[in-house]
C-alpha cells in the first residue's frame, strides 16, 4: 500500500485556494489575456473533451489516431474561414507564439538567398516574431509606422531587398489593433519571390465575421502563411493556434525528422516533442459546437461592444484611440489636441479603471527606428461577456477619466530621480555592472520593486520600462520574473 502524502480532497481545497487569488478568468473583468465567450456550456464542453483525451499523447498521431482526426477537422475548419484553398495545409500548435516561430523557422529553411536570412516587419509586430528570429538567427529588420499604427507599405515594399526570407504583417495587430494593408504588400512580396506571414493570431477567428474588411486572408494572392489562435476568439483553453501555409511543399519544411539516434523516429510538425491532445479536443469540439454561425454570433456581439466602447472613448475628453482599428481590439492613447488640463494620461487612466474592478493593460511608449515615438498607450481586449457589463464598463471609464484629467502622465526621464542621484549613479554605470541575479535585486531594491506582487499603480513601472534602455529593462523583468518562480 502506497503512503499518500494527502488526500486528493486536501489537495483540491488548496488548489481552490490558490486559484482564488488568481485575476478573474471570467465574467469580462479583465481585459486582456482571457476570451470569455460568456457561454458555460462552451466551457463545460471543452472540460470534457480535454478529460476524454488526458492520457494521450498527441506526439504520435499514428499511434492515438483520433488527435490526426481532430487536427483535420480544424484545418479544415479554419482554412476554409480563412480563404485556403485545396494548396493550404496546416498544423495546430501550442499557441501565437508557436505558429509564429513556425512560419519563421520554414522561411529559413526555404530560404535561397546569400548570406544571413532576414525577416522584415512593421515595427507593430508581435514580440514573437522577435523572439522567432532571435530562436532561429534571423536578422530582423523592424521598419517604423505611421502614427496611426499602420504598416507603411512604400516603406516595407522598398525594404524587401534579396536576402528578406520572410516579411510579416498583422490582421490585427496586436498593440493597437491595425489592419495592415495586406493585399498591397502581399502582391509585392509575390512579384520579388518572397514568402509573406500574415500574423492573424487575434484576429484569425473574429476578422471573417467583421463587417466591410478589405481583404486580409489567404484569399490574398502573395500570403503564403497565417496564424489564428484558437485559445483567444476559438475560445478554447491555452494551448491551441493553427499556422496554416500555402503549398505543400513549402510546409514541409517546417517538419523536423530524424533517424538518427537509436530511439524511435522521430516526425515532429511543432517545437514540441510529447504533446497533450487537451488543448486541440477542446477546440475541436467548440468549432463544431459553434459552427460557423455560432463564432459570427460572437464576433457579431464583439462588434456591438467594441463600437459602443469606442464612443465612449470618443466621449471622454482626454483620450483618443490610436488609429482606425479593426477587430475586438483597441489601444487609447493621451488626446494632444485638447488644453494640458483636458488631457487623461492613459496610464493613470488604467489605473483608476483598476480601482473600478477593470483590468486594461498598459503599453510603454515605443521610440522607433527613426526616432518617431509610438505614444503610450493602454489596450482593451473585447470579448463576448463585454456586452453583459457594458454599462459598468463604460461607467468605469467616463469615472475614471474624470478622476485623472490633467494630471500629467509620469516623466520617464524624472522617475529616475535626481541626475545626480544614487539611481542616475547606478544606471550611468549600468555598462560596467556585472549583470547578474545579485546585481538585479540590488537595483530592484532601489526601486521598491523586489519581495514579490505587483504595485497597486502601474504607471510608475511602465515610467520605468520607458526610462530604462531596453536591454538594461529586459535584464530586470527577467530577474524580477525568475524570482517569482523560486522555490
Ligand atoms: C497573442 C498574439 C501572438 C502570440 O500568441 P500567444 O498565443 O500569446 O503565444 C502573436 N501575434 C498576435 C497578433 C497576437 O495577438
Not at 212 to 231: K, N, Q, R
Request: aromatic share 6%.
Amino acid at each position: 500500500m502506497i503512503q499518500f502524502a494527502a488526500t486528493a480532497e486536501e489537495i483540491l481545497h488548496e488548489l481552490a485556494t490558490l486559484r482564488a487569488a488568481d485575476a478573474p478568468t471570467h465574467g469580462g473583468k479583465v481585459l486582456s489575456y482571457v476570451y470569455d465567450s460568456g457561454l458555460a456550456a462552451l466551457d463545460d464542453l471543452a472540460a470534457a473533451a480535454m478529460l476524454a483525451v488526458q492520457p494521450l499523447n498527441g506526439l504520435d498521431p499514428t499511434t492515438f489516431t483520433s488527435v490526426a482526426a481532430m487536427e483535420r477537422d480544424v484545418i479544415a475548419f479554419t482554412r476554409e474561414l480563412l480563404g485556403g484553398d485545396e494548396d493550404v495545409v496546416g498544423t495546430v500548435t501550442s499557441g501565437g507564439t508557436e505558429s509564429c516561430m513556425l512560419a519563421v523557422k520554414t522561411a529559413r529553411e526555404n530560404f535561397r538567398g546569400q548570406g544571413a536570412p532576414r525577416l522584415l516587419a512593421p515595427a507593430s509586430v508581435h514580440a514573437a516574431f522577435h523572439k522567432a528570429a532571435h530562436y532561429f538567427g534571423l536578422t530582423l529588420e523592424l521598419v517604423p509606422v505611421g502614427p496611426d499604427g499602420r504598416a507603411d507599405a512604400a516603406a516595407m515594399i522598398a525594404a524587401m531587398v534579396p536576402g528578406v526570407a520572410l516579411v510579416v504583417i498583422s490582421a490585427p495587430s496586436y498593440p493597437h489593433a491595425i489592419l495592415d494593408p495586406v493585399t498591397e504588400i502581399a502582391a509585392a512580396a509575390q512579384a520579388k519571390g518572397i514568402d509573406l506571414h500574415v500574423d492573424a493570431c487575434i484576429g484569425g477567428l473574429v476578422l471573417p465575421f467583421w463587417p466591410d474588411l478589405p481583404a486580409w486572408d489567404l484569399a490574398v494572392p502573395g500570403v503564403t502563411s497565417i496564424s489564428a489562435d484558437l485559445h483567444k476568439y476559438g475560445y478554447a483553453p491555452k494551448g491551441a493556434s493553427v499556422l496554416l501555409t500555402r503549398g505543400r511543399d513549402r510546409q514541409r519544411a517546417q517538419y523536423f525528422a530524424s533517424t538518427s539516434w537509436p530511439g524511435y523516429p522521430v516526425v515532429n510538425p511543432t517545437l514540441l516533442g510529447s504533446k497533450s491532445a487537451a488543448p486541440l479536443a477542446a477546440a475541436w469540439a467548440i468549432i463544431k459546437f459553434l459552427g460557423t454561425a455560432g463564432f459570427a454570433e460572437l464576433a457579431t456581439s464583439c462588434h456591438r461592444s467594441t463600437g459602443a466602447l469606442l464612443e465612449t472613448v470618443a466621449g471622454i475628453e482626454g483620450l483618443a484611440v490610436v488609429g482606425n482599428p479593426t477587430g475586438p481590439l483597441f489601444a487609447v492613447a493621451v488626446d494632444e489636441g485638447v488644453p494640458e488640463a483636458g488631457r487623461i494620461d492613459p496610464h493613470h487612466w488604467a489605473d483608476r479603471l483598476k480601482s473600478y474592478g477593470f483590468t486594461a493593460q498598459l503599453q510603454p511608449a515605443f521610440i522607433q527606428s527613426d526616432g518617431s515615438v509610438l505614444p503610450r498607450t493602454t489596450h482593451l481586449t473585447i470579448t463576448p461577456v463585454t456586452e453583459s457589463r457594458l454599462p459598468e464598463l463604460q461607467q468605469a471609464m467616463i469615472q475614471a477619466g474624470t478622476d485623472v484629467r490633467g494630471v500629467p502622465g509620469i516623466d520617464p526621464q524624472r522617475v529616475l530621480g535626481p541626475a545626480d542621484g544614487p539611481m542616475a549613479a547606478l544606471l550611468a554605470g549600468a555598462a560596467q555592472f556585472p549583470r547578474n541575479s545579485a546585481t538585479a535585486r540590488q537595483i530592484l531594491g532601489a526601486m521598491g520593486l523586489n519581495g514579490g506582487g505587483l504595485p497597486s499603480a502601474m504607471a510608475p513601472v511602465l515610467a520605468l520600462v520607458e526610462a530604462l534602455p531596453s536591454g538594461v529593462t529586459e535584464w530586470l523583468l527577467t530577474e524580477l520574473l525568475a524570482e517569482l518562480l523560486e522555490p
